[in-house]
C-alpha cells in the first residue's frame, strides 16, 4: 500500500524555504501549499528575456515574471482572478505580455521598494505563505564557457552555447554578491527543510547562490536541506549532463555538502516523448550513484514526473507529497517545535 504522509494542519505544517525560479519552481509550490501554510519562495531576479525583460528595460524594475509565476501558484482566489493573472495580450505593443506582470508593475511604481510591491500582490491574491525576491538589486547574468568565450544576459546564454557548442564552467551576477533580501536570510535560517530546485540549473537556481548571505545562511540552518534535481536534461544549458554535474555545479557555486539529500525520479517516461527530446539534444537524467555518494549526497529516487502536452514536468502533489514524507522520516521534533536533521547536529 502506497505511504501517505501525515496530514497535519496546513497551520502546523513545516516552514519549508523553496530556492529557484521558472515554471519548476512555481509548480512545486502548487503541491507544497496542500500540506503548509509556512512557506517562503525565494526567487531568482536575473531574467531579462520575453515580457519581463521589457518591463526590466522599460521600467527599470526587477523581472516580474517568475515572481508572479509564483504567486499565481500559492493564490487563494477565484478562478477568474487567477485567469486574469494568467491572461497574455495578443495584439498590439502589449502582445505576449502578462497582465500579471502589468499589475505588478503597476504596484511597483506605487510602492516604496519592489519587494513591498510584491507584499502587495500577495495580498491581493491571498496566497499561501509569502514570495520573497531574493535581492532588489538590478543584476544581470554572465556566463563563461570552456572556451573561453562568454555571455552577460540570462535570454542569451541558451544561444551562446548552441553557439559555442561547450559546455558551461562558471556564472555570475553583475554586479557581484548583491545583498539579499533580510526577509530571504531569515526564512532560510528559520526553515525546518531547504529546497532546492527544481529548475534550470544555471539560470534559476544557481543565480540565487550567488547573492550575499544565501549560501551562509542555507549553511547555518539546522533544516532538513534537499535538492531536487531536474527530470531531464535541458537544451542549451545542461546536454549530457549526469545527477553528479548538476550537483558539482551548485557545489562549486556555493559550498560543498551544501544538501546531503537529492530527490530524484523513478516514473518511466514514454519512448515518443524521449525520442522528440533527444531531437533536441537533451535525454532523461543519469543518476550516477556513486559519484553522487563521493560528493557526499545521498540520491533518494521517487516517482514524481508527469508528461504534460508532451513535455515531462514534476508532478505537483507526488513532488510535494515524497517532499513532506522526506522530512517527515529525515528530521526529528525538538523543543520549541522546531525540527532538525535526524543523525546530524
Known amino acids: 500500500m502506497e505511504q501517505q504522509p501525515y496530514r497535519a494542519p496546513r497551520k502546523s505544517g513545516p516552514r519549508i524555504a523553496v530556492i529557484g525560479g521558472g515554471h519548476g519552481l512555481s509548480n ?38 517568475d515572481i508572479r509565476n509564483c504567486l499565481a501558484a500559492l493564490a487563494n482566489t477565484e478562478p477568474l482572478m487567477n485567469q486574469l493573472m494568467d491572461y497574455r495580450f495578443q495584439e498590439g505593443s502589449l502582445a505576449g505580455q502578462s497582465f500579471g ?16 510591491a510584491v507584499r502587495r500582490m500577495s495580498e491581493v491574491l491571498a496566497i499561501t505563505g509569502r514570495v520573497l525576491p531574493v535581492t532588489t538589486a538590478d543584476v544581470q547574468l554572465e556566463a563563461e564557457f570552456e572556451n573561453g568565450a562568454s555571455v552577460v544576459g540570462e535570454s542569451k546564454i541558451f544561444y551562446c552555447k548552441k553557439k559555442e557548442d561547450c559546455r558551461i564552467t562558471k556564472v555570475r551576477l553583475l554586479p557581484e554578491r548583491p545583498k539579499a533580501l533580510p526577509e530571504a536570510l531569515a526564512a532560510l535560517e528559520e526553515a525546518d527543510m531547504i529546497v532546492l530546485g527544481p529548475g534550470s540549473l544555471y539560470t534559476s537556481i544557481i543565480p540565487n547562490l550567488l547573492v550575499e548571505g544565501i549560501v551562509e545562511a542555507i549553511q547555518r540552518s539546522p533544516a532538513l536541506k534537499i535538492y531536487v534535481c531536474n527530470v531531464m536534461t535541458q537544451e542549451g544549458e545542461t546536454e549530457g549532463y549526469t545527477a553528479s554535474d548538476h550537483i558539482s555545479a551548485i557545489f562549486q557555486h556555493s559550498a560543498g555538502h551544501l544538501f546531503r539529500l537529492c530527490l530524484v525520479n523513478s516514473s518511466p517516461i514514454p519512448k515518443s516523448v524521449a525520442a522528440r ?39 505537483p502533489d507526488h513532488l510535494a507529497q515524497e517532499l513532506i514524507l522526506l522530512h517527515a522520516e529525515r528530521s526529528v521534533r525538538i523543543a520549541g517545535g522546531r525540527y532538525r536533521m535526524e543523525g546530524r547536529s
Open 277 to 315: 527530446y533527444a531531437q533536441e539534444g537533451a535525454e532523461m537524467l543519469k543518476y550516477d550513484t556513486d559519484r553522487c555518494a563521493a560528493l557526499g549526497v545521498e540520491l533518494v529516487s521517487r516517482p514524481i514526473a508527469m508528461v504534460q502536452e508532451g513535455f515531462v514536468r514534476h508532478q
Open 28 to 65: 512545486m509550490l502548487r503541491g507544497l501549499k496542500e500540506y503548509t501554510e509556512n512557506l517562503s519562495a525565494i526567487v531568482t531576479v536575473a531574467d531579462d528575456g520575453g515580457g519581463s525583460g521589457m518591463l526590466r528595460q522599460d521600467l527599470g524594475m526587477p523581472p516580474p515574471g
Open 101 to 116: 506582470n502589468l499589475f505588478l508593475a503597476a504596484l511597483n511604481g506605487i510602492s516604496p521598494s519592489f519587494d513591498s
